[in-house]
T-cell receptor, first 115, second 116 residues
Framework: KAGVTQTPRYLIKTRGQQVTLSCSPI?????VSWYQQTPGQGLQFLFE???????NKGNFPGRFSGRQFSNSRSEMNVSTLELGDSALYLC??????????????FGPGTRLTVL | AQTVTQSQPEMSVQEAETVTLSCTYD???????LFWYKQPPSRQMILVIR??????QNATENRFSVNFQKAAKSFSLKISDSQLGDAAMYFC?????????????FGKGTKLSVIP
């Protein structure tokens, strides 16, 4: 079974641009979460989607948004990029059938560099 | 809000020796999950071990075991017979129980080096 895939793996943008990152969860997984990883702040939760609905959101500005499609694939968008948005963006998927047995599987991440 | 603290930014261990990574957390919940994730230089985050708060028995996965002290809110990871492939960043993480969210709260991580 294929793991979580994220595209693109690397991205370079300039300040003020916008970017869209994609995440394909493991087949059958219905929950997708996004995390931002930076050397200074560590791993921070961005948002979580389940059955096309955002059910949890971290403490990030409105420039960060996301969505989930009917096939559970998810995208996140960052508008008006700032230098501080440079980070590794990780996506994690979960089966989301029984809470006690759920485990999150992470993708390889997208490395975003903002110049 | 829940917080997770890893007080050791870096640690090193000789190959074949044992090392313990520390983690403390703060929560008002009584039912939750705790995890240790490994992130090697390839950046792929891998689950090492999981502990359910309602279980008193410490989790074990091959060379990896935890010491879960619920009252002290402590959750340390012991790696026995360390191997070169164990070199990585290790993150302690917390998740509330229940089906409402699978959000993980991570510590800042501990960079583990394995010396041949």
């Amino acid at each position: 079974k294929a793991g979580v895939t994220q595209t693109p793996r690397y991205l370079i943008k300039t300040r003020g641009q916008q970017v869209t990152l994609s995440c394909s969860p493991i087949s059958g997984h219905r929950s997708v979460s996004w995390y931002q990883q930076t050397p200074g702040q560590g791993l921070q939760f961005l948002f979580e989607y389940f059955s096309e609905t955002q059910r949890n959101k971290g403490n990030f500005p409105g420039r960060f948004s996301g969505r989930q499609f009917s096939n559970s694939r998810s995208e996140m968008n960052v508008s008006t990029l700032e230098l501080g948005d440079s980070a590794l963006y990780l996506c994690a998927s979960s089966l989301a059938k029984q809470a006690r047995t759920n485990e999150q599987f992470f993708g390889p991440g997208t490395r975003l560099t903002v110049l | 809000a829940q917080t997770v603290t890893q007080s050791q930014p870096e640690m090193s261990v000789q190959e074949a020796e044992t090392v313990t990574l520390s983690c403390t957390y703060d929560t008002s919940e009584s039912d939750y999950y705790l995890f240790w994730y490994k992130q090697p230089p390839s950046r792929q985050m891998i689950l090492v071990i999981r502990q359910e708060a309602y279980k008193q028995q410490n989790a074990t996965e091959n060379r990896f075991s935890v010491n879960f002290q619920k009252a002290a809110k402590s959750f340390s990871l012991k790696i026995s017979d360390s191997q070169l492939g164990d070199a990585a960043m290790y993150f302690c993480a917390y998740r509330r129980s229940g089906a409402g969210s699978y959000q993980l709260t991570f510590g800042k991580g501990t960079k583990l080096s394995v010396i041949p």
